[in-house]
């Protein structure tokens, strides 16, 4: 199967439009979307988001700013910014597609790849920012792999199976990385809607699960199409000019 990977779309339509048109411009055939959580927060197209990705065959997991917007989450947990998105989230959401937000799982297992927003041992929040965190996240994996959203930066873990050994990458732009049965492997797709490793292109990858092969891609989208609509909504202005940057 292949599987077209997304993490945290963040409610920015035009980089979610931007995915798919990048994927269909590079003729990748997929089965499938992974959505791996954050379809909302922080920008300004949340209904639109979640109705663009039900067009497509998906799975979806739940991400904490979806948790926060439905009130899983005390607000108070997060920055005042993000607070201040969710709660207007809240108001924006048809009840539809806040039952959609209900229905998702913290984690889910596909073939033999775990699905999760954040990490493994903590489906929700917890970020693998480093080689210590994913070793220890390594424990909590059912088989030889995991895919994971939350930090908004691409990248690839990889255990040596017999030293224990963690490694991290960051994996090239379309170029397929094999992986190796020798090791185990925790895979971040970057995110699409608020990149944060300094590239403001929306982030995306292709698993093929028969191939056994992974690739990162990058989309362009139209950012000032997005940030004025944040405007328009009064949304934070930080949140707005971060976008330019990708951080």
Do not use: K, M
């Given at each position: 199967m292949r599987c077209l990977v997304l993490s945290d779309i963040h409610a920015n339509l035009a980089a979610l439009e931007a995915v798919l048109k990048d994927a269909k411009r590079r003729r990748l055939s997929y089965d499938m979307v992974w959505c791996l959580g954050d379809v909302v927060g922080y920008g300004p197209d949340p209904n639109a988001c979640i109705e663009l990705l039900r067009t497509v065959p998906h799975v979806c997991l739940a991400g904490n700013h979806d948790w926060a917007v439905l009130g899983k989450l005390e607000l108070t947990a997060f920055h005042e910014n993000a607070m201040i998105v969710a709660l207007w989230t809240r108001e924006q959401l048809t009840a539809e597609n806040l039952?959609?937000?209900?229905?998702?799982?913290?984690?889910?297992?596909?073939?033999?790849?775990?699905?999760?927003?954040?990490?493994?041992?903590?489906?929700?929040?917890?970020?693998?920012?480093?080689?210590?965190?994913?070793?220890?996240?390594?424990?909590?994996?059912?088989?030889?792999?995991?895919?994971?959203?939350?930090?908004?930066?691409?990248?690839?873990?990889?255990?040596?199976?017999?030293?224990?050994?963690?490694?991290?990458?960051?994996?090239?732009?379309?170029?397929?990385?094999?992986?190796?049965?020798?090791?185990?492997?925790?895979l971040n797709p970057g995110g699409v809607g608020q990149p944060r490793d300094g590239d403001p292109r929306a982030a995306y990858a292709l698993l093929d699960t028969e191939k056994h092969t992974w690739t990162q891609y990058r989309a362009e989208y139209p950012i000032h199409l997005t940030q004025a609509k944040m405007r328009a909504a009064g949304l934070p202005d930080t949140l707005i000019d971060r976008l330019s940057y990708g951080r």
């Open positions: 039952n959609y937000l209900r229905a998702r799982s913290a984690r889910e297992l596909q073939e033999r790849y775990l699905l999760a927003h954040a990490s493994p041992r903590e489906p929700i929040w917890e970020y693998i920012l480093d080689t210590g965190v994913a070793a220890e996240n390594f424990e909590h994996l059912p088989d030889g792999y995991a895919l994971v959203g939350h930090t908004h930066v691409p990248v690839i873990f990889a255990q040596d199976r017999a030293s224990g050994d963690v490694r991290a990458s960051v994996p090239p732009l379309g170029v397929p990385i094999s992986l190796d049965p020798g090791f185990r492997y925790i």
